[in-house]
């Protein structure tokens, strides 16, 4: 029985273990890039193969000098396939005023991302005149994570445009997630135990 129980509280842990998959937030800012209400920001991530699909946990960024802001929002989207991002796909919850330089953590809740996908992070604000200033790093060598970030974005007159921040530009952020275990991984764990129970029984009649 002991054994049963350990195997499914290893398949639970499995199940629930954060990673970062990709971080820039060690890497030296070189300058940032301010933006005012309706001027949104995107950078891309995109995912790898090592499970089907990941439960995205949080995301990290770097921001600076931010003030006056009463509605911050960071959003994940998909990738319009055109070097910009598409459709809203959720919204995390984080700090809708932030303030100072900083690292500002935003939290996800049912949000799930498929293997070998491109998906956009996209942060702003709409009313007031706030202003914040977005954290950037001209290389992405010496990022962490198997997952690799690549691609930004502006939001101008109501269109996004491709590199709106300058080729070359990346931002500074981190992305966390938890594996999600094939069907298969559940099956396999659930056989083994199914054979311990039916060991343990055949010890206690024994």
């Known amino acids: 029985m002991k054994s049963t129980l350990f195997l499914f509280a290893l398949l639970a842990a499995t199940a629930s273990a954060q990673t970062t998959y990709v971080s820039t937030l060690g890497l030296a800012s070189t300058g940032g890039v301010t933006r005012s209400a309706n001027q949104f920001v995107g950078g891309r991530f995109v995912t790898d193969n090592s499970a089907a699909t990941f439960t995205l946990n949080s995301i990290s960024l770097a921001l600076g000098s931010a003030n006056g802001i009463n509605d911050f929002t960071v959003n994940l989207m998909t990738d319009s396939g055109a070097n ?107 056989g083994a135990g199914v054979l311990g129970l039916a060991a343990w029984r055949r010890r206690r009649a024994a």
Do not use: C, D, K
Request: aromatic share 12%.
């Open 84 to 190: 910009t991002p598409g459709t809203l796909i959720g919204t995390l919850s984080g700090p809708v005023s932030p303030t100072s330089t900083n690292n500002f953590l935003f939290s996800a809740s049912g949000l799930t991302l498929n293997a070998n996908t491109s998906y956009w992070v996209t942060m702003g604000f709409t009313s007031g005149a706030g202003s914040y200033e977005v954290q950037l790093t001209n290389t992405l060598a010496g990022a962490t994570g198997p997952w690799t970030l690549n691609g930004n974005a502006g939001y101008f007159s109501g269109n996004w445009v491709a590199n709106g921040m300058g080729a070359g530009s990346h931002l500074r952020m981190a992305v966390a997630a938890a594996a999600i275990p094939e069907p298969s991984t559940y099956a396999l764990l659930f």
